[in-house]
């Protein structure tokens, strides 16, 4: 064979295997592009699944934690409740404790007996035959005087009556220092209530109590008679004297 026809041959043969490897590379390269494109749609999908776990997991938790941070703070919030309400509580003892301290207040009155209290007894010029009784109380609180005075003059086993027209429509209540009156009608001055005696002392006695206060008469004692009889306490000494 001549040296031309084999140079021809030659070519012909590298522009075949050029060829073939041409179409040799252009199907690698599908099928790497077609590879690369599977791979990335399985990453990109893996991905996006992974990212919705993620996601799914971080909501979750974050609910979770949210609704554990509402529990803790209704918890707290009712704490905080708690501790008003005892502050409140607190602030309405002491109240009552000021309260309390009031000696004219109503809550803090006592009975008015012997133990606070000082009693005198005098006759007066009119009306006849009346002597009026005063009360003072010596304590340090305001006391109600219950019902009316029980009078025992002398020795007598018996105390006088009521007038019960006298009767005041609500106690007579004292404040410290303050001043109560009831007035006794000692004797009948028609003479009906016989012929009397002459008493030289005077014990006062209260409704609820067994102890009696002494209150000093006049010099030459008072008449009395089996008319004798006594009005409830009032507050005006003109009230107890016009009965």
Not at 3 to 8: G, K, M, Q
Not at 28 to 46: I, K, M, P, Q
Not at 74 to 102: Q, R, W
């Amino acid at each position: 064979m001549s040296a031309s026809a084999r140079r021809s041959r030659t070519r012909l043969f590298a522009a075949a295997t050029l060829a073939i490897a041409a179409l040799t590379l252009t199907a690698c390269g599908n099928d790497d592009a077609s590879g690369t494109r599977d791979e990335g749609a399985a990453n990109s999908s893996s991905t996006a699944k992974d990212s919705a776990e993620d996601s799914a997991g971080g909501s979750s938790e974050g609910k979770g934690k949210s609704e554990s941070g509402e529990a803790l703070g209704g918890a707290d919030s009712g704490g905080g409740s708690g501790s008003e309400g005892s502050g409140s509580s607190g602030g309405g003892e002491n109240t009552g404790g000021g309260t309390g301290s009031d000696p004219n207040d109503p809550a803090n009155r006592t009975p008015c007996t012997a133990d606070n209290t000082s009693v005198a007894a005098a006759p007066v010029s009119r009306p006849l035959n009346y002597m009026l009784i005063t009360i003072t109380n010596t304590g340090s609180t305001m006391c109600d005087l219950a019902g009316y005075p029980i009078l025992k003059f002398d020795d007598a086993q018996s105390v006088p009556p009521v007038i019960e027209d006298s009767k005041p429509q609500a106690v007579t209540s004292l404040k410290p220092g303050a001043k109560g009156y009831a007035a006794a009608i000692l004797s009948a001055g028609d003479g009906s209530g016989g012929e009397g005696r002459t008493a030289q002392g005077l014990q006062v006695g209260f409704q609820g109590s067994d102890k009696f206060a002494d209150a000093a008469l006049q010099a030459k004692g008072v008449h009395i008679d089996d008319k004798l009889r006594v009005t409830y306490w009032l507050s005006d000494s003109a009230d107890a004297l016009a009965s």
